[in-house]
């Protein structure tokens, strides 16, 4: 079965860094794409960063110049690099692909940025 499991959350301050990973199990991993979301109390879940399976990548304008979105297909594992973290950046981040059509998600990690 297919399995997203996030790592690397934790508290930090203003201007700190973090790295998520993601290690997914049961895909075609080097031929997937890849996501982070997130999603800050009270609001919507949102795109992150995205990396298609040649290693291109999209970012949302709120992150754009801060984070990094990279793979390892040999390890099957997808990482977000956050650095200048801002307060607003505080939310639950979920590892996420689409898989024969399904989507799937990880259980999330919460990143909480102190002012």
């Known amino acids: 079965q297919v399995q997203l499991v996030e790592s690397g959350g934790g508290l930090v301050q203003a201007g700190g860094s973090l790295r998520l990973s993601c290690a997914a199990s049961?895909?075609?991993?080097?031929?997937?794409?890849m996501n982070w979301y997130r999603q800050a109390p009270g609001k919507q879940r949102d795109l992150v960063a995205r990396?298609?399976?040649?290693?291109?990548?999209l970012y949302s304008d709120s992150v754009k110049g801060r984070f990094t979105i990279s793979r390892d297909n040999a390890k099957n594992t997808v990482y977000l690099q956050m650095n200048g973290l801002k307060p607003e950046d505080t939310a639950v981040y979920y590892c996420?692909?689409?898989?024969?059509?399904?989507?799937?998600w990880g259980k999330g990690t919460l990143v909480t940025v102190s002012p």
């Open positions: 990396i298609f399976s040649g290693g291109s990548t």
């Open positions: 996420n692909t689409v898989y024969r059509g399904i989507d799937y």
């Open positions: 049961g895909i075609t991993f080097s031929l997937n794409v």
